[in-house]
């Protein structure tokens, strides 16, 4: 589960069936399970089985580093429809998709006051 919260206090969330990162030599790639429901829709699913990337280890299919472009570690594949670990931006930007974003909540210019993401033992 994915629980966000914006700048006017206003709380929104995402649930998934599973979440699991694989290891170190896998790249820490992300097996997620379905995405069940939520108030913010779905925008990680797209990010299933990529590996996450850094600025110094770039796992990303674009042509380019997006954990550069971006501003933070994810699991990238053409960059991103969220990324929970962009620039502490304070709300809506003008700069594109480098905040801590969640494209089917807030969109790519909306950076969320807090996020956590929730995982439990099955």
Partial sequence: RIDAMDFNESSSFAKYTSFKMLSEKENYTLALGSYLDGT????????????????????????????ILYKGGWWYGQCHSSNLNGLYLKGEHSSYANGINWSTGKGHRYSYKYVDMKIRPQ
């Fill in 40 to 67: 913010m829709g779905d925008s990680l699913s797209g990010h299933n089985r990529l590996g996450f990337s850094t600025r110094d280890k770039d796992h990303d299919t674009f042509g380019g580093s997006c954990a």
